[in-house]
T-cell receptor, first 114, second 110 residues
């Protein structure tokens, strides 16, 4: 079975631009979460979606937005990019909403903002 | 605030046992999980504890003491491939939100 897939793998943008990152969860998984991982730090929670509705949001500015589609795939959008947005963006999927349900992470999209 | 503390680096030799400690302070707590990450790749789930005590999964074991806000990951029979970053993470809510520590870099030497 395919795991969580993310695209693109790498991305280079300049300050002020906008970016869209994509995630396809494991087949049958209805929950998708997004995390930002700056080099040398642990992942930070950005959003969680379940059944196409936002169920949780981390401490990120409104420049960050996301959505989930009927097939449970998800997009993360970041507007007005800043140098500090350079990071590995990770998507994680899980089947349900149980607090301890195992989360499966994708390989991430490495975003570089110049 | 919400914080997790874990050592930044640990070094051990092949075949040895190593313990990575984690203390946490969070506003919500449903459990403590451990993830392994190689060179910025995908974090992979190792173990989790919702209740106090020891969970054993092959060479890896995880322990939790909720009264002490403390847990640890125990890695036995270390192999070179275990060289990676290890993160403790609090399951902070029923949304599945994970709050991660800064990570511990484990270097296994021959």
């Amino acid at each position: 079975d395919a795991g969580v897939t993310q695209s693109p793998t790498h991305l280079i943008k300049t300050r002020g631009q906008q970016v869209t990152l994509r995630c396809s969860p494991i087949s049958g998984h209805k929950s998708v979460s997004w995390y930002q991982q700056v080099l040398g730090q642990g992942p930070q929670f950005i959003f969680q979606y379940y059944e196409k509705e936002e169920r949780g949001r981390g401490n990120f500015p409104d420049r960050f937005s996301a959505r989930q589609f009927p097939n449970y795939s998800s997009e993360l959008n970041v507007n007005a990019l800043l140098l500090g947005d350079s990071a590995l963006y990770l998507c994680a999927s899980r089947y349900g909403q149980g607090a301890l349900d195992e989360q499966f992470f994708g390989p991430g999209t490495r975003l570089t903002v110049l | 605030g919400q914080s997790l503390e874990q050592p930044s680096e640990v070094t051990a030799v092949e075949g040895a046992i190593v313990q990575i400690n984690c203390t946490y302070q969070t506003s919500g707590f449903y459990g403590l999980s451990w993830y392994q990450q190689h060179d910025g790749g995908a974090p992979t789930f190792l173990s989790s504890n919702a209740l106090d005590g020891l969970e054993e999964t092959g060479r890896f074991s995880s322990f939790l003491s909720r009264s002490d806000s403390y847990g640890y990951l125990l890695l036995q029979e270390l192999q070179m491939k275990d060289s990676a970053s290890y993160f403790c993470a609090v399951n902070a809510g029923n949304t599945g939100k994970l709050i991660f520590g800064q990570g511990t870099t484990l270097q296994v030497k021959p």
